[in-house]
C-alpha cells in the first residue's frame, strides 16, 4: 500500500504571515477519491503555527477516514439486508 500525501503552500501573505494550505493524501490501493484538505488565510509564522496546521490537517483526516468507514458499513449493511429480504421473497414465489 503506497499512500502518498501532497502538500502545497500558496497565496501566502508575507505581511500577515497567512497562506492556503492544501494538503492531499492518496492511496494506491482504495478505489476511492483522494482525500484533499484546504485551509484558507491560517497563520504559519511560528513553529506552533506550523504544527497546529499539521495536527488539523491530521484530524481532519481521522475525520474523513471515520465517516468512509461508517458510509462503508452502513452500504454493506443495506446491501446485506437487500439480499436476504430479496431471498426471502424469491422463497415465497
Known sequence: MAILWDVKVKS???ESKRG???ATRTDD???LPPR???MQNTPME???QRALILQTIKDWDDQAKDKEEDIVAFLTDLEQTAIANLTA???TR
Open 12 to 14: 501566502v501573505n508575507l
Open 20 to 22: 492556503d494550505v492544501v
Open 29 to 31: 490501493q482504495s478505489a
Open 36 to 38: 484533499v484538505h484546504n
Open 46 to 48: 511560528t513553529p506552533a
Open 89 to 91: 421473497w424469491e422463497a
